[in-house]
């Protein structure tokens, strides 16, 4: 069965970086697209980007596509997300996830999740 699992969330300061890793097991990857999502205590769960897994090609929040990248390693079956020039805003859970469309923005699209990730940014 697919099983993704995040990594690499942490407490950093307005103004750093971090990278995410999805590993994702399970999967035919040529199947599906990946994307990434955030939701912060009290809030809708938001799309932040995806990526068809064979192909590379993206998709971003307009709020975010400057300072996020999504890249993708299919030899190690894992989906990062490059966040850089972090604020306190994005501080929430962020959660891989995995859907047989592509490039889908709606959660209700996604057919598997991760667990998430925490990412604290303090000011």
């Known amino acids: 069965q697919v099983q993704l699992v995040e990594s690499g969330g942490g407490l950093v300061q307005a103004g750093g970086s971090l990278r995410l890793s999805c590993a994702a097991s399970?999967?035919?990857?040529?199947?599906?697209?990946m994307g990434w999502f955030r939701q912060a205590p009290g809030k809708e769960r938001e799309f932040v980007a995806a990526?068809?897994?064979?192909?590379?090609?993206?998709s971003y929040s307009d709020s975010l596509k400057d300072r996020f990248t999504i890249t993708s390693d299919n030899a190690k079956n894992t989906v990062y997300l490059q966040m850089n020039n972090l604020k306190p805003e994005d501080t929430a859970v962020y959660y891989c996830?995995?859907?047989?469309?592509?490039?889908?923005?709606?959660?209700?699209?996604?057919?598997?999740w991760g667990q998430g990730t925490q990412v604290s940014v303090s000011s």
């Open positions: 399970g999967l035919t990857f040529s199947s599906y697209a």
């Open positions: 990526i068809n897994w064979l192909r590379s090609t993206t």
């Open positions: 996830a995995a859907n047989r469309a592509y490039l889908a923005r709606s959660p209700e699209e996604y057919d598997y």
